[in-house]
């Protein structure tokens, strides 16, 4: 039985009016009238011109709802912001598959972020390094005293961690502050902090401190999900052996590994997009972490267990909050919060790993089996028709035909839409 009391499975979710889906959400989300209305609203202009510079309007993406997801025993309807057609459906669909098994179970070690700073120029490298550690108290206390609300709810400035890099300017010192940002993201956090030590740091080492900025290789935050596929959901053990084949070149090449992760990405961004997170953020921490051997290789892994069932895991990077920055000023994105009902950053970086774990897997089944395009087509062939000139209902019977000819070419669109007409 899901923590939550009501279950996110749905069938035909897809297949239902707007209104109709929106009510599900409603009820399962307990969201009021006034937050039922933000679905059709805009970013207000006066709120986007608080948001960034040189304002003109805003930028409006799709936001759709993947369902049947479970993790950690725990019901999510999961929001999702993307353009990409197929992303939310098949999202859907691995979810439908790993509840079978349970769902996705899913780990965020503590919210640890790591700011750098860069020191040059100290005369003795070696005594300056030491330096530096034998004043961490003091250099912990002056960090947290720039933030007194992380500290008071358990986090702040943790730790420190000293490393000496060659380098074309010769050696460097760079010194790690360790910070626990609790329910941020923490750049501003940590950035605040690095500032504020920087001087301190310089009379310590005689150096000077250039760069003082957070590192995306957040790789003091990660966050493991996991969920076991079905064999004969997926249509037997040699799907799952098919699976497994296609799976193997993402994890010997980088080429392949680069489409591979995007495909983890789709999900992932969706979610980070529609919870107001830094994307750019996650994308820079996650590629980063697959690198991290010296060879860009899969955020995920697959093996088959003694059941000839498929088992998949994802390990990344995650520096999600549920405070500051637009998560907290976009309405949309503090409604898509409720909608998830996630209470902690920790919680969210649970949900953003699963989904990830079920976009690749539902990535690799199509490529194992029917390929990419047959999902992708129905959407397509309505894309092709709107670009072709086709208005309302238009948009259906052009795409249809299309379909119905297996051949959803521009050219053919146009044909079909001045008989139509
Ligand atoms: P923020 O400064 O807006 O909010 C964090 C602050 O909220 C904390 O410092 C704390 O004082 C307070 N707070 C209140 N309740 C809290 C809770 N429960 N848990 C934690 N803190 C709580 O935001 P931030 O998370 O420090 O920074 C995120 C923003 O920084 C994003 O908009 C990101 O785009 C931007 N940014 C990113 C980078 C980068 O990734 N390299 C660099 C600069 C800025």
Redesign the pocket.
Known sequence: MSSRGKSSKVSGFYKMPVEKRVEFVKNFSDLTDEETRIFSSSLDIKTADKMIENVLGTFELPLGVSVNFLVNCKDYLVPMAIEESSVVAAASNAAKIARINGGFTAKCTNPLMIGQLQILNAADIAGAAQNIMDHKKEILLLANAQ?K??VD?G?GAKDLEVRILDSPLGKMIVTHLIVD???????????TMCEAVAPMLEEITGGKVRLK??S?LADRRLVKAKAVFEKEKMGGEHVVDAFLESYTLASVDPYRAATHNKGIMNGIDALIIATGN?F??IEAGAHAYAARSGQYTSLTTYHKDKNGNLVGEIELPL?V?I????A?MHPKARLCRKILGVTT?KELAEVVASLGLAQNFAALFALSTVGIQKGHMSLHAKNIAVMAGAKGNQIDKVAEQLIKEKKIKLDRAKEILAEIR
């Open positions: 933030d609300i992380l709810l986090g940002v609790r329910d941020a993201m923490g750049a501003n956090a940590v950035n900025i957070l995306n830094d750019r953020a520096a909050g405070v500051g920055g637009a907290s950053a």
